[in-house]
């Protein structure tokens, strides 16, 4: 007679790709998922051979982001694909994201996150708001992570989320300003008759604009210091008002 033991909740699983899901996927996904389970490796697992967090381990298997040369080279080891036919896949390509998750989800799970965010969005914006002004917080120069913590009264999920934070452009007029960050402080900045608004690093300024600021960066320094205009993050927002955008 054949018996059968139920898993126990504490049995280590490792997460698959459903069926269902595939056709909404990369094509070179079910490649990466067939391989974790072929092998049972954790999410976990991967993560540590890659040097990466787990859930942007997790986000690359399912088409969200991409591998670099390293990734590729590291993973062709650890799931045992032959690395010529990791290149042949769209790993490395830009990804296309978004089209995996209907929206609202209806996996309980994934559900559960988007519950919190209808709970609890408008207590998040508030808080974040009276903390760094009218912006918002970049879910591309982020960062996540997913902890297990434990304590009498049972496991908890912890869930942290890191994002760089934007500033919400300004309007002076019909005219906007582009805050360029130059040698670490903000400065107002236009191209023409227009300008707009960025808080960040060079490499995502426009590309007409990057060789412009980059050449005027020491004249600007001076010219916007002289003018009282040169002030650190932290006074960007209350000392807006006070500016003039300045031609690079």
């Known amino acids: 007679m054949i018996q059968t033991t139920a898993p126990t909740i504490h049995s280590k699983l490792i997460c698959t790709i459903q069926q269902s899901a ?9 490649l990466l998922f067939d391989a974790k389970k072929a092998k049972n490796l954790s999410f976990e697992t991967i993560a540590k051979h890659l040097g990466r ?43 296309d994201r978004g089209r995996s998750l209907e929206m609202p989800p209806r996996e309980p799970l994934v559900y559960r996150l988007y519950e919190i965010v209808q709970n609890y969005g408008y207590a998040y914006k508030s808080v974040i708001n009276e903390k760094f002004g009218d912006g918002i917080m970049s879910a591309i120069s982020f960062s996540t992570k997913v902890e297990k913590e434990t304590d009498e009264k049972g496991e908890w999920v912890k869930i942290t989320l890191r994002g760089k934070w934007y500033v919400h452009v300004v309007w002076l007029g019909a005219r ?26 060079y490499e995502s300024l426009p590309h007409r604009m990057l060789p412009r600021v980059l050449a005027a960066r020491a004249k600007a320094r001076c010219h916007i210091a002289k003018s009282g205009h040169l002030f650190p993050h932290g006074e960007c ?6 500016c003039h955008a300045h031609r690079v």
């Open 22 to 30: 595939a056709p909404r996927l990369a094509s070179h996904c079910g």
């Open 176 to 201: 906007t300003c582009r805050l360029t960050r130059i040698a670490g402080f903000l400065s107002l900045a236009s191209s023409g008759n227009v300008t707009s608004m960025y808080i960040g690093k």
């Open 53 to 95: 967090e787990e859930v942007s381990t997790a986000a690359m298997f399912y088409g969200h982001t991409p591998a670099n040369e390293e990734d590729l080279k590291k993973l062709a080891e650890i799931l045992e694909i032959p690395e010529a036919e990791l290149r042949k896949t769209e790993l490395m390509n830009f990804p």
């Open 237 to 242: 927002t209350k000392r807006m008002t006070k």
